[in-house]
């Protein structure tokens, strides 16, 4: 690594050309790269850029019914975020999962989606806002749905001349519920073994549009087709929520590895969404009491 | 590359090789070893510092990252042989013994007390969660913690 080029920009537009130039290795928070290049995961490479330092890239605002985060926007910085807490808390769930305090400072929900882990935590909310990402280069600038940017573990479609500026979702209004579970060896400092998140529209009672995403049960994270079509036009109830949740379990392919066992996650798929849609349920309930 | 950065309130003028992690500066070149590396991944908070008052594992940031910034290691938290009133909890606690940890742990605790002087016990549970002791385990730490907090309560 002592060989290795560091390239420090401060503005957006040098980085652009940094990439254009040289197709450097992106640090953003450093929490996976460089254990990624300790671990020899990946070979020292020649050409690091530190994107950190590029403040056009932090920050979460709302314009009308958008609301952009930027790329380097930290999980610490997403937990504090009362915008985000409104309008995306199944995100600051997932967020409250990840790392340590040490890793939560540094990582970055760019990080977390380039790292391109079929277990990153960020992604599966990201999925059921039906969330876009914003990839500029010197050419200009595209905008991918999340669940077309992932090609497998570790792969995505960005070219290596382009960066991720920033990720852009609708606001979801008051009928939008959210949910977000994950299953770790502990609670903090373990990537998930199995996660989901959910988002349903409900008004009087019934499910309008429907959204499941399921982390670490794939080679992408996915989408639960088979489950979010059940749910659609229906009514919250436990006997809803359990035919959902073995629907769920047919839309996965989990593998075994390190961390879990195939039959383990296809299993803890089922109660994970049980879990979820049971809470939203027990949520709105709740509601109707007050 | 040339950088230039705080250390423990110090104005630093640095030419360090690209690739150089922040552990390996401070412990190489600057001989403060209280920053201790224990497992080099981010996992066990041993290598803690307070990078612009915040918690980071120094194994996972570059030395060429810290420009501009101002970095507090174990050894810039006393003022001269005066402890900080972190430190002296965990003295009186007791919560140390080989110390490996310890570093670490009072910086994590030290960054907490400073956001929330007055924390609920998941905040501290969750606020020293990325630091790992092997030996005396956990109970002294959050005691010591508590009396910290309580001490800065009571000086106000």
Do not use: W
Not at chain 1, 93 to 113: D, F, K, L, M, V
Not at chain 1, 196 to 222: D, E, F, Y
């Amino acid at each position: 690594m002592t060989q290795t080029v560091i390239f420090t920009p401060k503005s957006l537009s040098e980085a652009l050309e940094v990439l254009n130039d040289k197709k450097p290795v992106v640090l953003a928070g450093g929490t996976d790269l460089l254990v990624q290049i300790k671990g020899g995961g990946i070979p020292p490479p020649r050409y690091i850029i530190a994107i950190d330092n590029i403040k056009a890239l932090k920050g979460i605002k709302k314009n009308g019914r958008k609301v952009r985060i930027g790329a380097l926007t930290t999980f610490e910085e997403i937990l504090d975020s009362e915008l985000l807490a409104k309008f995306a808390p199944h995100l600051l769930e997932a967020s409250y999962e990840i790392g340590s305090p040490q890793i939560r400072a540094r990582g970055t929900i760019g990080g977390n989606i380039m790292n391109a882990s079929p277990a990153g935590d960020s992604i599966p909310p990201l999925f059921v806002l039906e969330a876009h990402l914003i990839l500029q280069s010197i050419e200009g600038r595209r905008k991918v749905a999340i669940s077309q940017f992932h090609t497998g573990p570790g792969k995505t479609i960005r070219r290596r001349d382009e960066l991720l500026i920033g990720i852009e979702f609708e606001a979801g209004d008051k009928s939008s519920r959210y949910f977000f579970m994950r299953l770790g060896t502990r609670k903090a400092l373990a990537i998930a073994k199995v996660s989901a998140a959910g988002m349903l529209n409900i008004k009087n009672g019934h499910i309008g549009k429907a959204r499941i995403a399921l982390g670490a049960v794939a080679p992408t994270v996915v989408y639960a087709h088979g489950a979010q079509d059940l749910l659609a036009g229906k009514s919250l109830s436990p006997e809803v929520a359990l035919l959902v949740a073995n629907a769920a379990q047919n839309d996965c392919h989990p593998i075994d590895d390190i961390r879990s066992q195939a039959e383990y996650r296809q299993a803890m798929v089922g109660v994970l969404v049980e879990r979820g849609l049971m809470r939203i349920m027990n949520e709105l309930n709740g509601d109707g009491q007050r | 590359m040339k950088i230039k950065f705080r250390l423990n309130g110090r104005l630093i003028n640095a030419d360090i090789p690209g690739g150089m992690r922040l552990i390996d500066l401070l412990r190489e070149d600057f001989n403060l070893t209280g920053t201790r590396e224990g497992c080099g991944k981010g996992e066990c908070g041993a290598c803690t510092v307070l990078l612009d008052g915040k918690p980071v594992n120094s194994c996972l940031v570059l030395a060429a990252q810290l420009k501009g910034r101002a970095m507090v290691t174990i050894e810039g938290l006393s003022d001269g042989d005066t402890l900080d009133p972190v430190q002296r909890a965990f003295l009186e606690a007791t919560a140390v013994q080989c110390g490996f940890c310890s570093p670490g742990l009072i910086l994590a605790a030290k960054s907490l007390l400073d956001k929330y002087p007055d924390p609920s016990e998941e905040q501290i549970k969750r606020a020293i969660s990325g630091n790992l002791c092997r030996c005396t385990g956990y109970s002294k730490v959050f005691k010591a913690i508590k009396m910290a907090s309580e001490t800065h309560r009571n000086s106000k």
